[in-house]
């Protein structure tokens, strides 16, 4: 049975912690019995609740980090811990090119395998896929290359599901086509065919889920209960996966009319949570946004899938329903020396930085701004030091990650309309 989220339930007292649910649930019941998502407070379409995992809760909104090849770029996973991350997503089209879901499966699963410990989301790869140049997509899936020694792959609804599981994220997306199009008819027929895989990808799981998700690849990797150990206080029962949800992916693209169809067949379906997928425009996401999470159902949490590299796009996507957001831009940007400060993004390359002893932001507690100035990230950055990358990397995630959770006190507390205003008219000027 699919997680049963439960609006305005509070977690059952001595069970909010599911890291623990395993050890502390009472005799008789099991993490299932428990809702997968909690919501705090409303405010209009925007909520404040708490996912609850097998690896943890997430207090949302929230900006969960793109780990795309089980790592987030430049970054350790302790890093992340400590710049205020809750939460990872990694990508299945580039981890079963490498280093394949079958070894992370017998390392004992995405958390194990990264020492990431924390609640875990996997994307289904569909975005990459259909973003490669000689992608072949047919009703049973999609055929292509590997772009790294040119392997022949396809994938389908049911080994997506499979690669998941292997992967052991605590959170899947459903398969889904991805279509960038400005013709109606080609984004109506990939929402189509997204809808039709969306439900052999809700069987598979199920058959997934009713199995245990153990013993999945031919080789006959190591079970669940003899992957490697850790600390106790990290550890969350003998089955370090007691239950695993789906989201289905909405699709549409820039039609509201695709959009509102496509979330009422999603919201149809017994599905976890909801992935916000497909190309959008800063001009529309606000009014698609609105029209997507006022069909979408109130129990289930809704995740904006790579969106996050503009700090108004987590202003409105928390503002119209949104409560978990990725994106692989903040560190992109940090390795070539774009970086955030509340004054608007600096390219710390520009020469009137050379010799510029201020910290980067001054308000800022990251390990960055803390430590070190402009003019040194300057120089790191001129002589091509690995170290630029590192300390940039560590201070962008930790901005959005920090705006992020500023907006989810702003919710809590009545204020968010005034935080929005304030942080958009000085970062946008």
Not at 16 to 28: F, H, I, Q, T
Not at 121 to 139: C, N
Not at 266 to 279: N, Q, Y
Request: aromatic content about 10%; hydrophobic content about 35%; charged content about 25%.
């Amino acid at each position: 049975m699919l997680g049963n989220g439960k609006s305005d339930t509070m977690c059952p007292k001595g069970h909010k912690d599911l890291a623990r649910a395993a050890r502390s649930v009472p005799e008789g019941h099991a993490v299932s019995d428990f809702p997968f998502f909690t919501i705090n407070k409303r405010c209009g379409l925007a909520r404040v609740g708490v996912i609850h995992t097998p690896h943890g809760d997430i207090k949302t909104p929230a900006f969960v980090g793109a780990a795309t090849r089980a790592t987030v770029k430049a970054l350790t996973m302790r890093q992340m811990r400590e710049l205020g991350s809750q939460a990872i997503l990694a990508n299945t089209y580039h981890l079963i090119l490498a280093p394949g879901s079958d070894l992370i499966e017998q390392a004992g699963g995405l958390a194990e395998f990264s020492s990431w410990h924390g609640p875990t989301f996997t994307d289904s790869g569909g975005f990459q896929i259909f973003s490669l140049p000689d992608v072949k997509i047919t009703e049973n899936g999609a055929k292509f290359k590997s772009h790294i020694n040119g392997d022949k792959f396809e994938m389908t609804p049911e080994s997506s599901m499979r690669d998941q599981w292997k992967i052991g994220a605590d959170i899947h997306m459903a398969f889904d086509q991805l279509a960038k199009s400005d013709s109606h008819a080609d984004m109506e027929a990939a929402m189509h065919r997204t809808h039709r895989w969306l439900d052999r990808c809700i069987t598979e799981h199920k058959v997934l889920l009713g199995a245990g998700g153990r013993n999945l690849s031919s080789e006959g990797p190591k079970t669940w209960a003899s992957a490697p150990e850790r600390p106790e206080e990290d550890r969350f029962g003998q089955d370090p996966r007691p239950e695993q949800y789906l989201y289905a992916v909405v699709q549409g693209g820039i039609f509201n009319d695709l959009r509102a169809e496509s979330a009422r067949y999603c919201a149809s379906k017994d599905v976890d949570g909801f992935g916000i997928g497909g190309v959008f425009t800063a001009d529309g996401m606000d009014e698609m946004l609105k029209t997507v999470n006022s069909i979408l159902p109130e129990n289930k949490p809704r995740h904006l899938l790579g969106m996050g590299q503009e700090p108004i796009d987590l202003f409105v996507g928390a503002e119209y329903g949104c409560d978990t957001f990725d994106c692989v831009g903040p560190t992109r940007m940090a390795r070539n020396g774009s970086l955030y400060t509340y004054d608007g993004r600096i390219n710390i390359k520009n020469a009137k930085y050379k010799t510029d002893f201020s910290p980067l932001m001054p308000d800022c507690d990251c390990e960055c701004c803390k430590n070190y100035s402009r003019a040194y990230l300057h120089h790191l950055f001129k002589t091509d030091e690995i170290t630029a990358k590192v300390l940039a990397s560590i201070h962008n995630e930790h901005f959005v990650v920090t705006v992020t959770d500023n907006i989810r006190k702003s919710l809590l507390n009545d204020t968010f309309e005034e935080y929005k205003k304030s942080f958009l008219s000085r970062y946008y000027k």
